[in-house]
């Protein structure tokens, strides 16, 4: 499985960025998938994931600023963020659990500190 994000870039406060994730290598249909980022000297953080049936799960801090959404072909992920805030800015990853996980276990094991799946090299967002 390969993972590549885009669309990360530096906004002031405020503003939006449309990150994008391209997936390939087989993934079952019933896997969740998600962002999870991490800040520089900050443990790793589950930001959000989508289900197999398009259903999300957020992180508290990013509820209702965040839209999680994948295309059709399951191959293309999205994370649309608004009204960023300098506490946003990290490094951004899309990910896949080696397990097959609900959305709520899978933004679990993206916030520990263990090896939970594949994922890309990241894309940086900076809110200044």
């Known amino acids: 499985v390969q993972l590549v994000e885009s669309g990360g870039g530096s906004v002031q406060a405020g503003g939006s960025l449309r990150l994008s994730c391209k997936v390939s290598?087989?993934?079952?249909?019933?896997?969740?998938i998600g962002w999870f980022r991490q800040a520089p000297g900050k443990e790793r953080e589950g930001v959000a994931t989508i289900d197999s049936d398009g259903a999300a799960t957020y992180a508290d801090s990013v509820k209702g600023r965040f839209t999680i959404s994948k295309d059709n072909d399951k191959i293309t992920l999205h994370l649309q963020m608004t009204n960023l805030k300098p506490e946003d800015t990290a490094m951004y990853y899309c990910?896949?659990?080696?397990?097959?996980?609900?959305?709520?276990?899978?933004?679990?094991?993206?916030?520990?500190?263990?090896?939970?799946?594949?994922y890309g090299q990241g894309t940086q967002v900076t809110v200044s």
């Open positions: 290598g087989y993934i079952a249909n019933s896997y969740c």
């Open positions: 990910a896949v659990p080696y397990q097959d996980l609900s959305a709520t276990e899978t933004l679990r094991v993206m916030s520990s500190g263990g090896d939970f799946g594949y």
